[in-house]
C-alpha cells in the first residue's frame, strides 16, 4: 500500500484519540480543554477507557454521554469483563445503546489480582474477550466492537500461534477493528501485522501511538505491560529527568518519526494515547498533514 499523493504528500491518515475518565474536578476541566483543543482535528472516533476491574464504570459513562451531548464527536466505550456478572455487563451495554453510544471497545482486563496474577473469570460473567464481543453482538448488532492486539504478544500469551488465535476468535465473534498495545519499535508491529494477514484476518490492525509525556513515568507503566522500551529511546531521554521542557520537544520528535516512518510503508489510520493531554498529539497530527477543521477552511 502506498499512501502518497500525486504531489508527493502524504495523503491526511485517520485519527482516533483515547482518553480516560477524570477523577477530580480539576481533571475534568483539563480532559474538556484536551477535547476542544482535539476535537477540530476531526478524529474517526475518540475513546474512554474503564477503570481496571470496573473501577471507573460511572465516570467512564458520564464522560462518555458528555461527548455525545456536548460535541459532534463519536464516542468508543471501552469495557471489560472483570469483576461483573453477564447480566451487568448486558445492562452496561444496553444503557450505552439507548444513550446512542454505537461503538465499543471490548477487553477481557486484567487479573483482579493486578498484572501478573493469575486471571480469573467472573463465575456469572463473561469469560473472555471473544465471549463479550459476541455477547455485545448479539445484543446490539448495530454496535460497532474494536478489540485489543499485542504486536509483542500479550504477556500471558504462550506464543505468537495463541496469541494470534485469540485475535482470530475475536474477529469470529463479530469484531471489526483492533487496536495495538503501544510499542515503539515499528518492526514488532510490521512482524505483527504480517503474522495476522497471513492467518486470514483482514480487519484494519490500527497502530497505538502514546508520546511519552514523562519518560520515566511512562516506560514504568508500558514496561509492565510488556512493551518494549528501546535502548535507543531510553538514551535520547538521558539526562533530561529535570528539564520538562525539553523532554516534550524530544517526545513529540520522537513520535512524529514513529508516526511519519509507519505512514511511509503504508500505514493510513493512528490510534493515539493521550494521557488527556493535547499539546503533542496535536502537533504530531498536524506533522501527519492533519489541519484543524477550521483552518482547512481558511486555507
Ligand atoms: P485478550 O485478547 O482477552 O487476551 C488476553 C490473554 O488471554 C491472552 O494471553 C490470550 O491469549 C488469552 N485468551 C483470550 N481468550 C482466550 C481463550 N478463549 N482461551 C484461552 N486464552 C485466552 N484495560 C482496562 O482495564 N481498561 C481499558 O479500558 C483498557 N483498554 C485497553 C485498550 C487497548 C487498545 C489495549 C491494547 C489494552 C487495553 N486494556 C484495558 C488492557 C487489557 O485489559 C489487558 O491487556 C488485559 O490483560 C487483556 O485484555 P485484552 O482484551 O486486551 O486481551
Same mark, same amino acid.
Given at each position: 500500500?502506498?499512501? #502518497? %499523493? ?18 477530580t474536578?480539576?481533571?475534568? +476541566?483539563?480532559?474538556? #480543554? ?12 475518540? @475513546? ?6 470496573? =473501577? ?30 453477564r ?14 453510544? +454505537?461503538?465499543?471497545?471490548?477487553? !477481557? %482486563?486484567?487479573?483482579? %489480582?493486578?498484572i ?16 463479550? /464481543? ?9 454496535? #460497532?466492537? @474494536? /478489540?485489543?492486539?499485542?504486536? #509483542?504478544?500479550?504477556?500471558? =500469551? ?32 510490521? !512482524? ?10 483482514n ?6 501511538i502514546?508520546?511519552?509525556?514523562n ?10 505491560n510488556g512493551?518494549? /522500551? ?8 538521558? %539526562? ?8 516534550? $520537544?524530544?517526545?513529540a ?13 503504508? /500505514?493510513?489510520?493512528?490510534h ?15 506533522? $501527519? ?11
Amino acid at each position: 500500500a502506498h499512501t #502518497e %499523493g500525486q504531489d508527493g504528500h502524504l495523503k491526511r491518515p485517520a485519527i482516533s484519540f483515547e482518553f480516560f475518565p477524570p477523577k477530580t474536578e480539576d481533571m475534568e +476541566r483539563n480532559l474538556w #480543554e484536551t477535547i476542544n483543543r482535539l476535537a477540530p482535528l476531526d478524529p474517526k472516533f475518540v @475513546s474512554v477507557t474503564y477503570g481496571a476491574g470496573g =473501577s471507573t464504570r460511572e465516570r467512564t459513562h458520564s464522560t462518555i454521554s458528555r461527548i455525545l451531548k456536548e460535541t459532534p464527536l463519536l464516542p468508543a466505550a471501552h469495557l471489560t469483563c472483570v469483576g461483573a456478572s453477564r447480566g451487568e455487563i448486558d445492562e452496561i451495554v444496553d444503557r450505552y445503546h439507548e444513550v446512542g453510544v +454505537r461503538h465499543i471497545v471490548a477487553l !477481557r %482486563g486484567d487479573p483482579a %489480582g493486578g498484572i501478573g496474577t493469575p486471571y480469573a473469570s467472573h463465575p456469572d460473567g463473561y469469560q473472555n474477550s471473544a465471549d463479550l /464481543v459476541a455477547g455485545i453482538k448479539k445484543r446490539h448488532a448495530d454496535i #460497532e466492537v @474494536s /478489540v485489543s492486539a499485542y504486536p #509483542e504478544k500479550h504477556p500471558e =500469551s504462550r506464543d505468537f500461534d495463541a496469541d494470534i488465535d485469540t485475535l482470530k476468535a475475536k474477529v469470529d465473534a463479530g469484531a471489526t477493528r483492533a487496536i495495538t498495545q503501544v510499542f515503539f519499535d515499528n518492526d514488532f508491529y510490521f !512482524r505483527y501485522l504480517d503474522r495476522v494477514r497471513a492467518r486470514g484476518i483482514n480487519i484494519p490492525v490500527v497502530p497505538g501511538i502514546m508520546p511519552m509525556h514523562n519518560f520515566k513515568q511512562a516506560r514504568n507503566f508500558v514496561t509492565r505491560n510488556g512493551t518494549t /522500551v528501546p535502548e535507543w529511546l531510553a538514551a535520547k531521554f538521558e %539526562g533530561l529527568d529535570n528539564d520538562a521542557e525539553t523532554r516534550k $520537544l524530544v517526545a513529540a520528535t520522537v513520535a512524529a518519526g514513529q508516526v511519519q516512518k509507519l505512514a511511509k510503508h503504508g /500505514v493510513d489510520t493512528f490510534h493515539f494515547y493521550t494521557m488527556n493531554r493535547a499539546d503533542l498529539v496535536f502537533a504530531i497530527s498536524h506533522l $501527519l498533514g492533519i489541519r484543524a477543521k477550521s483552518a482547512q477552511k481558511a486555507a
